[in-house]
């Protein structure tokens, strides 16, 4: 007889169909995102060129003590506008608030300082 379904036999004689593979359970964590690779890329005092990116964040964790020397991109990429050397200050925050406030700026070389710049340059790059 062809007429007859796989398990349907099984089932009129009153026998069971067993599963081959165990059920699994769902999982909720299975996901997980790509790297962002934030954070500071030069430290204090590092000689940089203009376009060097100095600090890679979400929001303002450090702000740009002037707009001459860095500049910040629209996802809060803080990145030097001029040559020289990077600094970090911090300072209290207004009135009323606890906590300090970062700030990045690129101090750039003194005019007799040029030689120093290249050789900092020379020292990095060998």
């Given at each position: 007889?062809?007429?007859?379904?796989?398990?349907?036999?099984?089932?009129?004689?009153?026998?069971?169909?067993f599963?081959?593979?165990?059920?699994?359970?769902t999982?909720?964590?299975?996901?997980?995102?790509?790297?962002?690779?934030?954070?500071?890329?030069?430290?204090?005092?590092?000689?940089?060129?203009?376009?060097?990116?100095?600090?890679?964040?979400?929001?303002?964790?450090?702000?740009?003590?002037?707009?001459?020397?860095?500049?910040?991109?629209?996802?809060?990429?803080?990145?030097?506008?001029?040559?020289?050397?990077?600094?970090?200050?911090?300072?209290?925050?207004?009135?009323?608030?606890?906590?300090?406030?970062?700030?990045?700026?690129?101090?750039?070389?003194?005019?007799?300082?040029?030689?120093?710049?290249?050789?900092?340059?020379?020292?990095?790059?060998?």
């Amino acid at each position: 007889g062809g007429g007859l379904a796989p398990g349907a036999l099984l089932r009129a004689l009153g026998g069971a169909r067993f599963a081959t593979k165990k059920a699994g359970g769902t999982s909720k964590n299975g996901r997980d995102s790509n790297p962002k690779y934030l954070g500071l890329k030069k430290a204090g005092g590092q000689p940089v060129q203009p376009g060097n990116i100095i600090v890679r964040q979400r929001g303002k964790k450090f702000h740009c003590k002037d707009t001459h020397s860095v500049g910040m991109g629209k996802d809060h990429t803080i990145y030097a506008l001029v040559e020289g050397r990077v600094k970090f200050t911090k300072v209290a925050h207004r009135l009323g608030r606890k906590g300090y406030r970062s700030f990045v700026e690129v101090e750039p070389y003194l005019p007799r300082d040029v030689n120093a710049a290249a050789a900092a340059t020379r020292q990095l790059s060998r």
